[in-house]
């Protein structure tokens, strides 16, 4: 279940890592790529994406979101586990 309202698209990957930037929320996933979640675009969303970020493992299947046509190879808004 996501906390983010509205049209969201979720990818299958597998989860490496995360960090929190200045800026955002960085996913690292297991083919070495990451995706971004700016806080500056998401004001009060990041601190639950943040939360689900820290349940994930090293390895571990999950579904990221996207969030109204927001291109799934740069961003993210939410993660769960698989």
């Not at 960085?26 to 990451?34: A, N």
């Not at 998401?42 to 927001?70: M, R, V």
Request: proline share 2%; aromatic share 14%.
């Amino acid at each position: 279940m996501t906390h983010i309202k509205g049209p969201l698209l979720w990818t299958d990957a597998t989860f490496d890592r995360f960090k929190e930037d200045k800026e955002g929320l960085i996913l690292w996933l297991s083919d070495g790529t990451h995706r971004t979640m700016n806080y500056a675009n998401w004001e009060n969303s990041h601190p639950l994406t943040l939360i689900n970020l820290k349940k994930l493992s090293k390895g571990q299947l999950i579904k990221f979101a996207t969030w109204n046509g927001y291109n799934e190879d740069k961003w993210f808004c939410d993660v769960v586990s698989v």
